[in-house]
């Protein structure tokens, strides 16, 4: 089955610099890869999400790159602020509902 | 809409009890998703449905773990019997099949067995 590695586990900003949340899959036949940020104690929910025909996608502050070749994708968000602390999860599905979710990061944005 | 609606939020109950979450999905979702997360392994798949049928269980743990769609507006989680290492979040979520892929997930129900 799918693998999904994420890393860092644990990321500490200054508000105002950038994040960046790495994810490497193992499975050539996943298209689709959503990032989900859970804040404490609430459900996951979807942030971004980026399909394996396009290389990056922008959304505001957020960004999702795609590198098929090398199986990784990275979430990058710009101009951190104190509400973006979280925990955030990359996953790869190769059928759409099936998904592999990471193990999370959790990212602190230090005001 | 008020989302995916899961009951109980939070369940302790002791080593050996039953115990039964449950799900109603956003009206309309074709499909609908049973996860756990640990610290230790984050968030696992562990069966989903498509309009009320069972697609994939293998990420059910073990016999003890049984999930049931009766209708498209409700669904259960059943263990039976319960262990401590049961001890999880336990999220349901929905999709609808228009939509592409994007799952919505249910607040939770936090589970303890002591």
């Known amino acids: 089955g799918e693998n999904v590695e994420q890393h860092p586990s644990t990321l500490s900003v200054q508000e105002g610099d950038s994040a960046v949340i790495k994810c490497t899959y193992s499975?050539?036949?996943?298209?689709?890869f959503p990032w989900y940020k859970q804040e404490l104690g609430k459900r996951p929910q979807l942030i971004i999400d980026?399909?394996?025909?396009?290389g990056e996608k922008k959304d505001q502050r957020i960004a999702v790159t795609l590198n098929k070749t090398a199986k990784h994708f990275s979430l990058h968000i710009t101009e951190t602020q104190p509400e973006d602390s979280a925990v955030y999860f990359c996953?790869?599905?190769?059928?759409?509902?099936?998904?592999?979710f990471g193990t999370g990061t959790s990212l602190t944005v230090i005001p | 809409d008020a989302g995916v609606i899961q009951s109980p939020r939070h369940e302790v109950t002791e080593m050996g009890q039953e115990v039964t979450l449950r799900c109603k999905p956003i009206?309309?979702?074709?499909?609908l998703f049973w996860y756990r997360q640990t610290m230790m392994r984050g968030l696992e798949l562990l069966i989903y449905?498509?309009?009320?049928?069972?697609?994939?269980d293998s990420g059910m743990p073990e016999d003890r773990f049984s999930a049931k769609m009766p209708n498209a507006s409700f669904s259960t989680l059943k263990i039976q019997p319960s262990e401590p290492r049961d001890s999880a979040v336990y999220f349901c979520?929905?999709?609808?099949?228009?939509?592409?892929?994007?799952?919505?997930f249910g607040a939770g129900t936090r589970l303890s067995v002591l």
């Open positions: 996953a790869a599905s190769k059928d759409g509902n099936q998904f592999y």
């Open positions: 009206s309309g979702h074709d499909y």
């Open positions: 449905f498509n309009n009320n049928v069972p697609i994939d």
């Open positions: 499975d050539s036949a996943s298209n689709y």
């Open positions: 980026i399909r394996s025909n396009v």
């Open positions: 979520a929905s999709s609808p099949s228009d939509r592409g892929n994007i799952q919505y």
